[in-house]
């Protein structure tokens, strides 16, 4: 689905989305409450040095040369939605929507495709992640690693051509070179090829495109946590399926919509231990485009031809390519915007309680300190 990109030279269109919006944000509340409509506020902590990279991103924003744009369903082409958040959780103004008819979760205005580079280059490091330590990184990943390892390793070939893309540092690739296996990595920031670290693979700066040129078929592609980071994750996954091996396999790892309440990568299972709190809204960056669930994402796989192997709702899935079966959103997805709008409901209240709880348990401490 073709995004429109916003003419901010045209009064014409800016008056008609503003009157679309307006309409929305006057008629329907967001399901992540009023604190979730566009009032600029940044309802996470900022480093001094995030708070720098927030600026110019809204500065770049605001002079046009980073433009957003707004766009349909898509996984059903709908643009029929309940509106989830108006904001990010810095505050920027992309608007997240849940799609009517399939019940997928996504950025109905978000960052326009061709300003993506840029800001991987130019701004995402410092926004999200601050000043990092390259070794520091490339260790975590590792890590990470020999957890990818362990869940795909029934169905791994003997020895062959993994691809990754957006590898950063190269820590995951580094662990299957490590297996026997020959890697290559792709990262749009061009920093990461230019990282010293000893064992580091080599890293190709490039995007997708670069996908197109690899001249020999891969027995596993890797895609951990970066298509909720593309525009068109159909066309990637096709591609994905085109330069992969009959027998080979594709590893899907993204921040799961209805996991959100386990706290997704901690599996802490416990409200006290929650890293966002229980909130929705703090898990909304720029950066994403998608909130995937289970159901959305099998969706997407089998209709580019794949069958799924294994998969989790944290997500992680393993897939196999297959042929593409002829698929009926509304036999599959019926009932998926029922689902996961009462999970979105369920979610907030579940954050009221969990706030109320650290509030009565502050006001409590407080109290004992001073008897």
Known sequence: MAAREEAYDSPKARRR???????????VKPLLGRRSQDNSRAV??????NKRFLRRIKDAIA??????????????????????????????PVTTVLCRQCGFVYRRRRMAMNCAARFYNDYYKGLFKGKV??????????????FIYDFVREFLPRGGFVVEYGCGPGGILSV????GFEVCGYDLDESYSQYQIAGKP??????????????????????SHVLEHTYQPEEVLRECRRILTDGGILYIEVPGLRNFHQGHYSLCGCLESHPYRMDLLKEIVLAHNFEFDLDTLGFFLRRSGFEVLRSTELIRTVSRKSKSPELKIEEMLRDNYRRNKQYLDDLERSRKRYRAKAIFQFAFERLLGRA
């Open 176 to 179: 299957f070179r490590d297996k």
């Open 63 to 92: 002079h046009g040369e980073l433009s957003l744009e707004q766009t349909d369903c898509p996984l059903c082409a709908s643009a029929d939605f309940d509106p989830v958040a108006e904001k990010d959780r810095y505050g920027i």
């Open 44 to 49: 996470w902590k900022l480093s001094d040095e």
């Open 133 to 146: 330590d390259p070794e520091r990184y490339f260790a975590n990943q590792q890590s990470h690693g020999l």
């Open 202 to 223: 080599e890293i190709i700066t490039g995007g997708l495109d670069r996908l197109s040129h690899i001249e020999r078929t891969a027995d596993v592609i890797i895609l």
């Open 17 to 27: 989305n503003q009157r679309e919006e307006l309409w929305r944000i006057q008629t």
